[in-house]
């Protein structure tokens, strides 16, 4: 979360908690956070991303987000 906060400009959220030790995840709500997380992922670090999961991204970010991908 820190990462994504200093890195990418989200905003801090819950860090959730699940059964598994040492296991909790994030969830981000929003456009325009998600188009953020999005960046970070696949703008920066070429290739370290696989191409089927950054199309699944860009297939539901809307028309206006795409143009920096």
């Not at 296991?23 to 709500?29: F, G, P």
């Not at 970070?40 to 987000?65: A, G, I």
């Amino acid at each position: 979360m820190k990462i994504l906060v200093e890195k990418a400009g989200v905003n801090n959220v819950n860090l959730y908690k699940i059964s598994s030790p040492g296991m909790a995840y994030l969830k981000y709500c929003g456009n325009n956070n998600i188009y953020k997380i999005a960046k970070f992922l696949y703008s920066y670090s070429p290739s370290v991303y696989l191409e089927r999961k950054k199309q699944v991204v860009l297939d539901n970010l809307p028309t206006k987000y795409l143009r920096d991908f």
